[in-house]
């Protein structure tokens, strides 16, 4: 397992704010810290989100930008 957030470092992620790359393909998260700049990850990268996993809980805010589509829209 790879090397962990120090949530001293910056604090906790205050808020992520998930939306698509400019192709429209990857989804994409801006992290906002406690203090200290924000910081942006790939979100379906599990090692880069799984880094800061620490410093999320339960005031994080999260912001979901992706297009959604509804469920009758997915065919097989």
């Known amino acids: 397992m790879g090397k962990k957030y120090d949530v ?30 924000p910081v942006t990850i790939c979100w379906a990268d599990t090692e880069q989100r799984g880094f800061y996993m620490g410093a999320i809980n339960g005031y994080t805010l999260f912001f979901d930008e992706r297009e959604k589509v509804s469920f009758e829209n997915f065919r097989h």
């Open 8 to 37: 001293n470092s910056k604090g906790i992620i205050t808020a992520v704010r998930i939306y698509n790359d400019d192709k429209g393909m990857m989804p994409m998260a801006e992290l906002a810290f406690a203090y200290g700049e």
